[in-house]
């Protein structure tokens, strides 16, 4: 059984910093492409940023580049999206997803992922 358990949201200011984490269990990260998905209330699930199966590439949407950045650990099978320069328009429910069979074209797509976590709540308000 595979489960992925999100954690480190919570409420910080404008301009401030925060690191989710995702704990995966059941199975290694190696072979796994991974994603950080967010859907903020009343809004579709959006894609955030990627980390491919190789290669250790990392893709992100427009609004974020430059402020977030994804990692992971493979020994420890943890995923981390660290997250600065927050906005309010960054407010919303973070989920991790990971999948196999994911490749460059589909990183984006939620489709493409085989596991989620439940969400971790970041919220950005002063």
């Known amino acids: 059984q595979v489960q992925l358990v999100e954690s480190g949201g919570g409420l910080v200011q404008p301009g401030g910093s925060l690191r989710v984490s995702c704990a995966v269990s059941?199975?290694?990260?190696?072979?796994?492409?991974t994603a950080w998905f967010r859907q903020a209330p009343g809004k579709e699930r959006e894609f955030v940023a990627g980390y491919s199966r190789t290669g250790g590439y990392t893709y992100y949407r427009d609004s974020v580049k430059g402020r977030f950045t994804i990692s992971r650990d493979n020994g420890k099978n943890v995923v981390y999206l660290d997250m600065n320069s927050l906005k309010p328009e960054d407010t919303a429910v973070y989920y991790c997803a990971a999948g196999m069979r994911v490749i460059t074209s589909s990183i984006r797509s939620q489709n493409a992922y085989d596991f989620w976590g439940q969400g971790t709540l970041v919220t950005v308000s002063s």
């Open positions: 059941g199975r290694t990260l190696s072979g796994h492409a």
